[in-house]
């Protein structure tokens, strides 16, 4: 029975994938296996008739993987996990991910486990990965750059025209007298004018758009900013705003220019579409995963489901004298975050907008407090998002 026991404890061993050398006491092999051997490289008998320091140390090459033997041995520990690379003697390159395990029993030594492992082809696929997902990206780039450039061109190119078309219909305005006629056909012209020359300010706005610069910042600053901000449009036609606030984090990391931007877009869309002469507004903010995310629900009309699906897209209006680029910047907004937006809605029952922001990349600038949120969002009044 015991010949029994070890011949199955070492088929155990020789059929595990990865590499097994066992090192006692005293210094010397007592357990290797196929796998070890031929990750390292070397004869299997050549390793179990060996002590570990003639094995390993007089090999220059491979001085971190040497490295991890001499301080598992002479600092034993429960286990530890290294990467290191490692040159075979014939002259083969190879990552390895090697578990050092001190073995005991109360306190009495017996022995160190080393269990091996050949990252090489692994580690290749992740670094292949890893450079197709950067050339994605920076072709996404040069591409988004590019559009970007093709839209500002196109807006420059229509705003001198834009303004000489509503001039002129301004000055003709003036002069027509009272045909009541030719008044019409005018404002008509005057009218088409500006909502053109408001179409070429929001492309413009939109393809000016940069990078997110994520910050740490105080969410109850952020939201009184915007509260601030819409409330004082809000005065601007003669209606309030009724605000609830619910900050369940206190921080968030995000950019507070392009973040305010982003609100304001939201709740300048909900001011635009509110009929009573008072907007209610309710915020919160919340942890979500390894973000932020804020909910902004109103008691409005709410939005068609047939409209639901085309919120997002670029001059998407119900309203003859919008663009519709305000939904369209804030999701580029989120993108910016690495986060997203999305909208629940339906006729009578308001609109429930949910943004959700990750953790980011480090800051990328210094903390700002409240007051020098302010300062930041000042740049940008009330309903240019």
Request: charge should be negative.
């Amino acid at each position: 029975m015991p010949n029994l026991d070890k011949a199955v404890f070492r088929y155990l061993v020789e059929s595990l994938p990865v590499g097994l050398l066992f090192i006692s006491p005293k210094g010397g092999v007592e357990l290797v296996n196929a796998a070890m051997a031929r990750i390292l490289g070397l004869a299997e008998e050549r390793i179990a008739s060996a002590r570990w320091a003639d094995l390993f140390l007089e090999s220059e090459a491979n001085e971190a993987f040497n490295d991890i033997l001499t301080e598992t041995v002479q600092r034993p520990a429960e286990r530890l996990e290294h990467r290191v690379p490692y040159l075979t003697p014939a002259g083969e390159r190879k990552l390895l991910s090697v578990i050092t395990a001190f073995l005991h029993d109360h306190n009495r030594s017996q022995g160190l486990m080393f269990i091996v492992q050949d990252m090489t082809e692994l580690n290749a696929v992740y670094e292949r990965e890893r450079a197709a997902q950067r050339e994605m990206a920076r072709l996404h780039a040069e591409r988004l750059e590019g559009l970007n450039r093709l839209s500002m061109s196109v807006s420059h190119q229509i705003r001198n025209p834009l303004t000489a078309i509503g001039g002129n219909a301004s000055s003709l305005l003036r002069r027509v007298g009272h045909d009541p006629e030719a008044r019409q056909r005018i404002e008509t012209v005057l009218f088409e004018a500006r909502r053109l020359e408001a179409m070429t300010k929001a492309i413009s706005a939109f393809a000016s758009l940069g990078p997110a610069k994520i910050r740490t910042v105080s969410a109850a600053g952020l939201l009184q900013e915007a509260r601030q901000r819409v409330e004082a449009s809000a005065a601007g036609r003669g209606k309030t705003v009724s605000w609830q606030q619910s900050c369940l984090k206190p921080e968030m990391r995000v950019d507070p220019v392009l973040f305010a931007q982003a609100l304001d877009a939201v709740l300048q869309n909900a001011l635009d579409f509110c009929r009573e002469a008072e907007l209610r507004v309710e915020v919160e903010v919340r942890p979500h995963e390894a973000g932020t995310e804020v909910r902004i629900r109103d008691q409005g009309p709410g939005i068609a489901e047939a409209d639901l699906p085309f919120v997002f897209d670029p001059f998407f209006t119900t309203r003859p004298d919008a663009v519709g680029m305000g939904l369209t910047s804030a999701k580029r907004i989120m993108v910016e975050h690495r986060g997203l937006i999305e909208v629940a809605s339906g006729p009578g029952r308001g609109v429930e907008v949910t943004m959700r922001v990750n953790a980011g990349p480090p800051d990328q600038g210094p903390d700002l407090g409240p007051d020098e949120q302010a300062d930041a969002m000042s740049i940008r009044g009330p309903g240019e998002a």
